[in-house]
């Protein structure tokens, strides 16, 4: 049996690379099984110790799902023989970075699946003259930044050490550095990107190779085009760094205080490109006395009334946020009991749907949606200038003719969708 499988996946692969279709309706135990002959060592059924590791270390709790197998590949040729399986047996799949995109379909799928988990990508490497940063999708950026203590250097990276590199960086990546550089993505920070197409071959994409439109739609729209293995990061000079994390309390003044200090903050945010914050307003028992729909309501009205911010870096990039002075807000609400996802839900959609009301009638919306803290029902590519999505749409069909990454790989924001 076990040879006769790995001959099958032999076969498999072969007909993957020429795109011809599996022509029977296999389970996807039956991708499980062909993985597991070729990579005997590589390859987690729920049975297996490890499993639960796998699937269930998502940041948001409803992403813990049970898929019929879990590989983790730890090349781009292993993880080019997983995709050449999976889409010759259409089989459907998931590819998870560090797990945070807080949507539960978007990096893991239940038992009508195999999760691809970037656990073992994690080569980190910084290149002997120091212009060049690459590490796997397996990486954390806390790891990143580990790997890179003492050398001087940084590169553009998330926020909080937990957060994968590869999410972040495919939805187009605020920093700390944002400020002064702009998105991870723009502006020539990521060099090249490594991917395995959906034919199951493995390129490498730069802003100047023949794949330079792969690369330009990397920049910004997650998964509907290839699965990155590697990316080469330009880092910078950060030779020192500060970080605070100060709390005010609550009240009438502190709020007051509060938006008056990020008031001035963007105001002269030019004299002081290296600074960056992060202003959070709690609401929930302890951090606010006032109703959560009107304090969201003082801050949007408050901020957009006041801010004028230094133009956003860079245009040459699928997203191309409106360079006007723009503020974005992120709502970010926990709850721990499934029973109270419709109170949810429709909290989040009435307040928003006022918050949208109200800002139109003072001509203060902006189309633009942040891909990597969009909610799953949010239209982030249709907030993109139209010629950009449809050039996003003709690069999806260059690159992937047959749907794997949209069909077969269906969680995250697909731009064939839009
Ligand atoms: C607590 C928290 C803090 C955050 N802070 C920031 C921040 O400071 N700056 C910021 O910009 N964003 C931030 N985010 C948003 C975050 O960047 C996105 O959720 C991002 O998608 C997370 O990346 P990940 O690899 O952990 O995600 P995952 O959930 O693993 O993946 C996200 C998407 O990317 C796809 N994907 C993963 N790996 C690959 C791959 N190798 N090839 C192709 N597709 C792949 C997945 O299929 C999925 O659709 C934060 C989110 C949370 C929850």
Redesign the pocket.
Known sequence: MHSLLLCVAVVLTSVAASQVEFPYNLPPTAACSILKAIYPNNKLLPVDAGYVNETQLS?DTSACLDPACVFAPSTSAQMSVAISTLATLRTKF?????????IST??NINSSGVLLS?TNLIQLRLLADRQTVSPG?GNTWGKVYEYLDGTGLSVLG???GP??????L??????FYGNEYGFASSNGYIRAYECVLANGRVVTTTERNRYSGLYWALRGD??SFC??TRFDLKPIDAPNTMLTDATYGNGTMVKKQWIDSIYNFVMQVHKDTKAAIIPVARFGSGYCTSRPKEALNIVHDTLFAGVEAQLANGIGYPQRPVEIPTFWTEQSISWSRAEDDAILEHFKSSVNAEINAKLEVIKATSAYLYL??ASENQAVFQSYPPENLARLKAIRSKYDPTMVFTKLMP??FKVANA
């Open positions: 940041w998931a590819m998870r970075g560090g797990g945070h995109m807080p978007a990096a970037s999708p998330g926020r909080l957060i994968g590199v590869p999410g972040l495919l939805g187009g990546g605020i920093s997650e998964n699965i990155v990597s803290d969680g995250g």
